[in-house]
């Protein structure tokens, strides 16, 4: 009996071991979004293209679209664009949500990048709306909303060609033939 | 001149005060500014690993803070606060996690391995307690005719080597 109980440390040990080794291949920053499967929420915001014309939730709602959140001042969304470009090719409508940047410097990027957008909402710096209703902190992000405007897919980081192929479209395809 | 190179080496500490950023929150009430700094601490900076919102300098911190303090502006109690954010940002966002069936280890596993700890030690000084008065049975003269064996026996041996180092 005594004997067993030398044992304990090293089965403690061992077990330590296995879970903080675990924890090394684990993502920190990966977590589900707390929007999957609500509802979009409610907003109403300008285009970047002209502040004059405000668009809101039920302009939106009603097909399946994915939401890409993205600014001139963010990396990867130069990396993830040219598969926004490939998805909107494939027929998905991209909407875009211009995030903490200014309207020049956005102009200038869809003009060098190309636009995949069908239309793009402007939440500059001071403006919490959208995106902070939506639980952004960062970009690039990017939401897929269903036929009733629910969110039921969401992604923080960059849009790989990978993603597109094995998870965003079959999703997107999925909940279009959704009833 | 070497006076002057101190003052300015101590300038370099004016650096982060004047870099942090000044915000002005205009509370209502001391208890509004209170409750701010009190929640704001409670609540983590989405963006960040391990900073508050009160702390980090991040854009999403400010947006936190700036939400915050127009909830508290609004009445929001400190409970709907949190609910509120939460619904947005997730219970990442909450440094004191809510007790249920995946985070109890979470509550439970640092008090409890401090208690085995306590208990363990509090069993091994007993035990030890039981052993001691075996061994210490010699008395002093005794032991000080072991130590001086050996004290001894040290000497023989090291004492050939140490003079030929020494000549």
Redesign the interface.
Known sequence: MKRALLFLPLIIFIGLGIFLYKGLSMD??A?????LN?PLPEFTLPRLDNEDLKVSREDLVGEVFLLNVWGSWCPTCYEEHDQLIRLAEEGVPVVGLNY?DERPKAFQYLAQQGNPYTLNLFEP?GV?ALA????V??APETFLIDKEGIVRYQLSGEVTPQLVDETILPEVRKWQNAQ | MAKRAVVLLLLLFLIPTAQAAIELYDFSSEEKRVRFHELGAELRCPKCQNQSVIDSGSASAYDMRQELYQLLEEGYTDEEVFEHLKARFGEFILYKPPVRGDTWILWFLPPFLMLSGFVILVLLARSRQKQAPASQNDSVSERQLKLKKILELDSEKSSPSNSKDSS
């Open positions: 920190p920053s977590r589900d979004s707390a929007l609500k903490k710096d919490r902070f209703d939506l639980g902190y960062g």
